[in-house]
């Protein structure tokens, strides 16, 4: 989880400090080199930075591997955890393939604005397999009625629809990646007041849930972390309006980004919160080996009890 959102915020440095071309080939650096290479037109810090945040992209899959062996190892098998586990080390070939995608068009605001989304995805994704490790494979039984539902179904698809809006300002913005990069061909005014109007409405959404929650009662786990999304959504809104204010400056940007990232594990960790599964299976990692002390028997679950 922490190193699905880090990505998103390395990426947002490289997309300031106008990067985003330092390698301008891909997956090679330059052509016929795989690292930086002294280059007349191309600054080599610029070259460092990019090339930095593309190594990075190895740790996040190696991380992500990690997790999918892990989740393999643990016995008994649990199919939902595998799926989870196996959506991270996925997610970072197809973020390597739309980073290509993202280089080899020049950095056009739409393969910027996917890359990032996909990152936002598997930032929930990961928060779900947080998740997972600590319950059961049952279907989730949810603790709300079903209007609450439907408001938590709501208030999920307008801070998807207040991700897009954002990755539109920054398209039309000032932080291309690159001084040659053409912009998107839209009013920043207008598309920074549409993502406000949908950060108020998301806002409100989350006020009326939580009103509705307390007046239904829920588990203790649901407050904890509702607040928790409150504060942050507060907190992103007034770095949104301070960025704006003081002319988007760089280091704000990729607060912003990280603020987003938060915005999205406080949401994804409300929904887990919100419904519960069976009972979590006794679970060992790898083959459990008998012991020879006296007094130890094997369960039936195949695991080792009563050892002195």
């Not at 907190?235 to 938060?262: C, E, F, M, W």
């Amino acid at each position: 989880m922490i190193t699905q959102a880090g990505i998103a915020v390395t990426g947002s440095v490289v997309r300031v400090t106008g990067s985003g071309l330092g390698c301008p080939t891909w997956p090679q650096c330059f052509p016929g080199s795989l690292v930086p290479q002294p280059n007349p037109e191309v600054a080599a810090l610029h070259q460092w930075i990019e090339f930095g945040n593309r190594l990075l992209t190895g740790l996040v899959g190696l991380v992500g591997l990690a997790c999918l062996v892990v989740a393999l190892l643990v016995r008994p098998r649990r199919r939902r955890l595998v799926l989870l586990a196996a959506t991270m080390p996925v997610g970072v070939v197809v973020q390597a393939v739309l980073g290509g995608v993202t280089v080899l068009t020049g950095l056009t605001w739409w393969a910027v604005a996917v890359h990032f989304l996909v990152s936002m995805v598997l930032v929930w994704l990961a928060v779900l397999l947080v998740a997972a490790f600590g319950e059961g494979d049952a279907p989730p039984r949810w603790q709300l009625p079903g209007p609450l539902r439907g408001l938590l179904y709501t208030a999920t698809a307008v801070l998807a629809a207040l991700l897009i809006a954002g990755t539109l300002v920054t398209a039309a913005g000032p932080h291309a990646g690159n001084a040659a990069t053409p912009r998107l061909a839209a009013g920043v005014p207008a598309l920074v007041h549409l993502h406000a109007d949908l950060l108020v409405g998301f806002l409100g959404l989350l006020t009326g849930l939580g009103f509705a929650l307390r007046a239904v009662g829920v588990p203790g786990r649901v407050w904890r972390r509702y607040p928790v999304l409150i504060c942050v959504v507060l907190a992103q809104g007034t770095l949104g309006i301070a960025q704006y204010l003081t002319g988007v400056p760089d280091v704000l940007v990729s607060l912003h980004v990280l603020g987003a990232t938060s915005v999205v594990v406080a949401m994804a960790a409300l929904w887990t919160s919100c419904r519960v599964r069976d009972e979590l299976p006794a679970l060992s990692v790898g083959a459990a080996r008998p012991l020879t002390s006296a007094g130890a028997t094997r369960s039936r679950t195949g695991f080792v009890t009563g050892g002195s």
